[in-house]
């Protein structure tokens, strides 16, 4: 008879994008703590990957541990301040806690930020 194998077996020499593409399906699965681990390994073998810390950001909010979201998302914004969807994010995750004046003020950066993309020539927003 097979043993169980751990999560922290299994992911054992995965390579990061192997991480974030099981992450991604346990948490389409709404496997959250299968989710959750997954990410966390590839957020460890690559700090820099914005794939693992927005789909985090995700499961933690889905499991209501905002605390945590809010980590995961002022890391992603660390990593691209430019960037304005993570502006979106957290000023969602600031409503959720009833943090108004917070996400007002994410919300506005967000749009700065996208008048700004859509402003520039050759821009993807």
Same mark, same amino acid.
């Given at each position: 008879?097979?043993?169980?194998?751990?999560?922290?077996?299994?992911?054992?020499?995965?390579?990061?994008?192997?991480?974030?593409?099981?992450?991604?399906?346990?948490?389409?699965?709404?496997?959250?703590?299968?989710?959750?681990?997954?990410?966390?390994?590839?957020?460890?073998?690559?700090?820099?990957?914005?794939?693992?810390?927005?789909?985090?950001?995700?499961?933690? !909010?889905?499991?209501?541990?905002?605390?945590?979201?809010?980590?995961?998302?002022?890391?992603?914004? !660390?990593?691209?301040?430019?960037?304005?969807?993570?502006?979106?994010?957290?000023?969602?995750?600031?409503?959720?806690?009833?943090?108004?004046?917070?996400?007002?003020?994410?919300?506005?950066?967000?749009?700065?930020?996208?008048?700004?993309?859509?402003? !520039?020539?050759?821009?993807?927003?």
């Amino acid at each position: 008879e097979l043993e169980p194998v751990s999560w922290m077996q299994r992911d054992a020499g995965a390579t990061p994008a192997e991480l974030v593409a099981r992450g991604r399906r346990e948490l389409a699965n709404r496997n959250f703590a299968a989710a959750e681990q997954a990410l966390e390994t590839a957020r460890r073998l690559a700090p820099g990957n914005q794939q693992a810390w927005q789909l985090l950001i995700d499961t933690y !909010s889905r499991r209501r541990r905002f605390a945590k979201a809010l980590e995961a998302v002022d890391r992603l914004i !660390s990593l691209d301040p430019t960037a304005p969807l993570p502006y979106r994010t957290r000023g969602r995750i600031h409503q959720q806690l009833g943090r108004q004046t917070a996400a007002a003020a994410d919300f506005a950066r967000y749009r700065q930020l996208v008048d700004h993309l859509n402003a !520039s020539p050759g821009a993807k927003p």
